[in-house]
């Protein structure tokens, strides 16, 4: 506590902050098109400031902050008179959690999560309206295990009930934190998201913690077996060996298992990965894209996040992701072991994704006419935008995209619905004892 407290001094230069966490998740999934918004804890500090404006740049089309908001009237009926005056102040506070990093690079970790009492932010009995509202709008709501250092069970229940009852799936990933869930009320709150999420992520220490099974594909195939789990997808994340899927048929509750190798890069930060990893699979699961090529994206964006160093805005770019997958496409041609044994069709259907959602980019940018390839991502495949002809050349290549992305479901389209939202924020800063510098990084969940 001594060196927290040290640490939490007072802010430090910003060009020494950077935001991570479930920040990383939203801004992958940003980058890969989907619509993204993030309810949560924000203070009202700079931290809190800092954080709004990079997920504002960065596309995030929300931080819907959930704290009551204090001031001088507050009556004796408010959130904040039953609480003690370091209980109100910390709903006024970004969360801050403190990376140290030592000389060979390894990190550790010093926050409040690690002390408690949990949850942190007392005074938060419910999400406010426009909180819901957004959480109702979702396809897709995403939690992570530190929401329950947060937030009471009840709270973020609530939420992922009220997003199924709307149609949404919850994504829940534990994460680190499932190591301090194992029993009395935690162990509550984890069982109960984990029987309501339609997804579960977990590394494959995390599932053997959570399952007391040791193999990735056993754990997956306990996680969906659990009575009363409402969970149709498990994903064993397995770093560079790449991952596991496990998936349970609705009708007649077979088991299927997918297993996906890893794509082999120069690793230069792990941080961030499995967030990254985690955007691709709601892009695949929110657009019934195969299991297969769902994985192959996936683990191409977590391994295009390892070749960066940091999180944040660190996280690997769509041009890294298919300039990535390119490289792999090619390696089949001289036969080099970029990916153990991805086929060349999932390998050109990923690619024509992350094209597609570049293409989508710079055509919102800069209205032009919409090529047949992108325009599964609108409601109608055969308009033409801004009364633009596509040149000779551009027809042939879109009429080859298609052919070779014909089996391929339609992409998401520019709807009223958000593709995926987040519930709870906090901040860490970083202290390297190697550069006596610091920095700083934000955590924003899904809900």
Not at 12 to 41: K, Q
Not at 47 to 57: N, P, Q
Not at 75 to 83: G, H, R, T
Not at 148 to 174: I, N, T, W, Y
Request: charged fraction near 20%; charge should be negative.
């Amino acid at each position: 506590m001594q060196m927290l407290d040290e640490l939490n001094a007072g802010p430090l230069d910003e060009t020494s902050w950077e935001v991570g966490g479930n920040c990383n998740f939203l801004i992958a999934a940003a980058r890969m098109g989907l619509r993204t918004a993030s309810v949560g804890h924000a203070g009202c500090d700079v931290y809190g400031d800092f954080m709004a404006k990079i997920l504002h740049d960065e596309g995030i089309e929300a931080l819907e902050r959930i704290a009551p908001q204090a001031s001088a009237s507050d009556s004796a009926d408010s959130a904040y008179s039953s609480l003690t005056p370091e209980e109100a102040a910390l709903l006024q506070q970004t969360l801050i959690c403190f990376v140290l990093v030592d000389p060979l690079g390894r990190h550790a970790f010093c926050s409040l999560y690690d002390f408690g009492p949990w949850p942190l932010l007392r005074g938060i009995n419910h999400l406010p309206k426009r909180a819901m509202e957004l959480v109702e709008n979702a396809r897709t709501v995403f939690v992570n295990g530190f929401i329950f250092d947060e937030l009471r069970l009840d709270v973020v229940q609530e939420a992922c009930q009220v997003a199924m009852q709307k149609g949404g799936a919850v994504f829940f990933d534990p994460g680190p934190r499932c190591f301090t869930m194992m029993e009395g009320s935690r162990r509550e709150a984890l069982d109960t998201i984990l029987n309501l999420s339609t997804v579960v992520l977990l590394t494959e220490e995390e599932a053997s913690v959570v399952t007391g099974q040791q193999k990735a594909e056993a754990a997956a195939r306990s996680l969906l077996s659990r009575t009363g789990a409402s969970t149709s997808w498990c994903v064993v994340k397995q770093g560079a060996h790449g991952a596991t899927l496990a998936s349970k048929d609705a009708a007649t509750g077979a088991i299927t298992v997918h297993q996906s190798p890893g794509f082999k890069v120069a690793v230069q930060d792990t941080v961030g990965c499995g967030d990254s990893f985690a955007s691709a699979v709601v892009l695949g699961y929110n657009n019934n894209l195969p299991i297969p090529l769902t994985l192959a994206l996936a683990n191409a964006v977590g391994a295009a996040t390892a070749m960066g160093r940091g999180a944040g805005r660190s996280v690997a770019k769509a041009e890294q992701v298919r300039a990535l997958l390119l490289r792999c496409l090619d390696s089949l041609q001289h036969e080099q072991r970029v990916s153990q044994a991805y086929p060349e069709v999932v390998l050109r259907q990923a690619i024509n994704i992350v094209q597609a959602q570049l293409d989508l980019a710079k055509l919102t940018a800069a209205p032009a006419w919409w090529p047949r390839s992108m325009t599964r991502a609108w409601s109608n495949p055969t308009e033409q935008h801004d009364g633009l002809v596509p040149s000779p050349e551009l027809t042939k290549q879109t009429e080859q995209e298609d052919k070779e992305t014909a089996c391929l479901p339609p992409l998401p389209g520019q709807t009223n619905e958000l593709s995926s939202m987040v519930l709870s924020c906090s901040m860490f800063r970083t202290w390297s004892k190697q550069t006596e510098q610091h920095g700083c990084a934000h955590h924003v969940h899904k809900a």
